[in-house]
Each structure stands twice: as structure tokens, then as C-alpha cells.
């Protein structure tokens, strides 16, 4: 994921600044490759940090009441769903679950 953060408008700022300064021999290449690695260390972290928590929620009833599998999508709606979060169950009329395959299934 290192890559993507390369890309940004820091990032590029980030590997021109190293760059000149590894032409001009007041770094190493050494020393650029420990740069870019807390660069990703903590961007990778601060995003973390800023990631929504989520709780987890189990589903404990629901109908099925249609079905499709196009490609690498499954799509599923259910009604009368269900949930426990958080130790409290959830009543939804309708939901609609969709999913990709990951390339680990693969």
C-alpha cells in the first residue's frame, strides 16, 4: 500500500526532495529507503488512527427473499433481519448484503 501514498501531492514532493538531495550526495541510498519507510510507517498509521470503529454485528435471523451472483458480486436481500450489536438485537425490515470475491478465494 506503500506505492499509493508515493502517488500523493506529498509523497511526490517527498521523493523530489530525495532525490535531489541523493544527487547531490547528502543522503544515501540508504538513508532514502529509511526516509521512505517511516514515511509509509506513519501515514499508514495516522490513517488508522482516523479509521471509523465499526462494531461487529452477527446476524441471528432474516428471510431470504431474492439472490444474485453476477461475476465477482453476490448480492442478498433479506427481510425481517435481525442483528446483535453489541449484545442488542437489531429489528430491520429490509436489507441488502453485497459482496466481492477477494483474490484470496481465487
Known sequence: MGDLY???????????????LLE??????EQV?????QFEKVLEDKIESHRPKV????L??????????MGDLWKVQLK???LRVNDEDLT???????????DKAK
Open 92 to 102: 430491520i425490515d429490509r436489507m441488502t448484503l453485497l459482496a466481492l470475491e477477494s
Open 6 to 20: 508515493h502517488k500523493t501531492t506529498l509523497g511526490l514532493a517527498l521523493q523530489d526532495s530525495l532525490t535531489s
Open 60 to 69: 441471528t435471523d432474516g428471510k431470504s427473499i431474492c439472490f444474485n451472483h
Open 33 to 37: 529507503e529509511l526516509v521512505n519507510q
Open 24 to 29: 547531490q550526495q547528502l543522503i544515501t541510498p
Open 80 to 82: 425481517d433481519v435481525v
Open 55 to 58: 462494531p461487529k454485528a452477527q
